[in-house]
């Protein structure tokens, strides 16, 4: 399942370092002028996942294979971006290909390092971004919705339940809130997927802190918080100049760092999770001598779904699913001690996958 997640911000609020650090490389350029990524840099990251220690270390897996999520850094936006302003246009274009989007916010104080709008207000950068992407959104649904609604006075269905959320979306950007504020019912939210809106994409919002503040965040960070609260967004606050610094250490120094620091764990762990659970993602797990990997599914995933993100035949010739619970797995030691204690369980069609499961999928060839 490729998912991808956007690094959008203003230029130099610390994309590129928090890109950097995140796939622990040094492919995006961290320079302190505007645009100094010009290309979209992507890195595929593993998501934190320590219950996969535990279950390879039980079942003597010789490998652990994480589920994965790929970061897209976007070049820095600018105001004007939706008429083209700076790279305005293959930003805009980029975001379009992604999932879901993380906002970094500027909320620390650093003379040596500029801001493009000459100030530090974390909120107002949320805004340039937000209102450029509304932008570009009100002029797409615009241009579209002419044809559309010609196509619906001749009676074509289809066309009429897309006026009908066009118009919806128009009515949420021209009040001033983004796309996925807006209520859309079950029965329609394929189709208004299909609308490829960027203010309907998932949003984090990340509050990029100084040294001091990666704790608990600061000032800035709790206005980034409320903010996010309101656009129906998450957020999470990391200090991407000490993941830079973690990134580059082995794991014994990581932890001497993070200790000194008084951390528990590197601030990118959070926003990878945020990211994956954003998206409305789980993994499951498939356990065994050779192997100890986490698959992802969507929540509410059944069995045969889940199934098939292993391989699509798994999906079609799909019998029943071996199932035992995490806690239940770890408890016991195991699946031959699972299976005598009534803990391994014979799953149908119809069973919706909990996060954690240990499966074994029986199928037809």
Wanted: net charge negative; proline share 3%; glycine share 6%.
């Amino acid at each position: 399942m490729a998912l991808k997640v956007a690094i959008v911000g203003l230029p130099n609020v610390g994309k590129s370092t928090l890109f950097n650090a995140l796939t622990k490389t040094a492919a995006a350029q961290a320079a302190n002028y505007p645009f100094c990524t010009i290309e979209p840099n992507t890195g595929d990251v593993a998501v934190p996942e320590p219950r996969l220690n535990v279950l390879a270390e039980i079942a003597g897996s010789k490998e652990i294979i994480p589920s994965r999520i790929t970061f897209v850094d976007i070049a820095g936006l600018v105001r004007g971006a939706s008429k083209g302003e700076g790279l305005g246009n293959q930003f805009l274009a980029n975001i379009r290909d992604c999932d879901a989007i993380a906002f970094v916010a500027r909320c620390f104080v650093d003379d040596d390092i500029t801001h493009v709008e000459d100030r530090i207000d974390p909120i107002a950068d949320l805004e340039i971004i937000e209102t450029e992407l509304m932008l570009a959104d009100m002029e797409s649904l615009e241009r579209r919705r002419v044809q559309m609604e010609k196509r619906a006075k001749g009676g074509d269905k289809e066309s009429q339940l897309n006026l009908k959320l066009v118009d919806l979306a128009l009515a949420q950007l021209n009040n001033g809130k983004p796309a996925r504020v807006a209520e859309v019912s079950k029965e329609d939210r394929k189709a208004w997927d299909m609308l490829q809106l960027l203010t309907a994409l998932p949003a984090l919002y990340v509050a990029n802190v100084d040294e001091g503040s990666a704790d608990k965040g600061n000032e800035l960070s709790d206005l980034v918080a409320a903010r996010a609260a309101a656009d129906n967004a998450k957020s999470v606050v990391i200090s991407a100049k000490i993941d830079s610094e973690l990134a580059v250490l082995d794991e014994a120094e990581q932890l001497e760092f993070l200790e000194t620091l008084g951390l528990a764990e590197p601030g990118l762990n959070r926003l990878i999770r945020e990211a994956y659970a954003l998206l409305g993602l789980q993994s499951y797990f498939t356990v065994g001598p050779k192997e100890a990997r986490a698959w992802t599914i969507h929540i509410g995933d059944t069995a045969p779904q889940a199934a098939g993100v292993i391989h699509t035949d798994f999906e079609k010739g799909f019998i029943r699913a071996e199932t035992i619970a995490y806690d239940d797995y770890v408890a016991l030691r195991g699946e031959s001690k699972a299976r005598e204690a009534g803990k391994l369980r014979a799953e149908g069609k119809s069973y919706v996958v909990k996060d954690g499961d240990v499966m074994n999928f029986l199928f037809n060839n």
